[in-house]
């Protein structure tokens, strides 16, 4: 698996290679544990926001009892777009995880694909546009 990270406040990217279960990044808040460890869900929020909405991102927002997920397309800030322009929809997610002071871009390749995901179960009951992740499944 492979992750290209990008930061709101410097715009520079990282490539971080994922092997034996270390992932490499060099700043702050590195979120890509917590999304390798959600991806069958993640993966399937993106692809029904995409079958639904088109090209977008999944947004995390961290609060203080669960990390609140839901999916954007069109309504994030104009600095993302060209990394949701550019993804593969079927092979690859945008993920925005919103800290308290911060936010950070993902864009990310995982096994299974995003389609896979959502019909292998982990996206049928989903009903509503906010889901709630257990805080403790999301590490800082």
């Known amino acids: 698996m492979a992750v290209e990270i990008h930061t709101k406040h410097s715009g520079a990217a990282v490539v971080a290679d994922r092997r034996d279960d270390q992932v490499r990044c060099n700043h702050a808040h590195c979120d890509t544990d917590a999304i390798f460890s959600n991806w069958q869900f993640l993966a399937a929020v993106a692809w029904r926001g995409y079958q639904t ?3 977008g991102a999944v947004v995390v927002s961290l609060a203080a009892e669960c990390a609140d997920v839901a999916y954007a397309s069109g309504a994030l800030p104009a600095s993302y777009a ?9 092979e690859q997610i945008v993920v925005v995880v919103r800290h308290q002071a911060d936010e950070h871009i993902y864009v990310m390749n995982g096994w299974p694909s995003p389609q896979k995901c959502f019909e292998a179960g982990a996206g049928h009951s989903m009903n509503a546009s906010l889901y709630c992740l257990p805080r403790d499944s ?3």
């Open 82 to 90: 060209r990394f949701v322009e550019r993804y593969d929809p079927l």
């Open 138 to 140: 999301w590490q800082q």
């Open 53 to 55: 909405h088109g090209c």
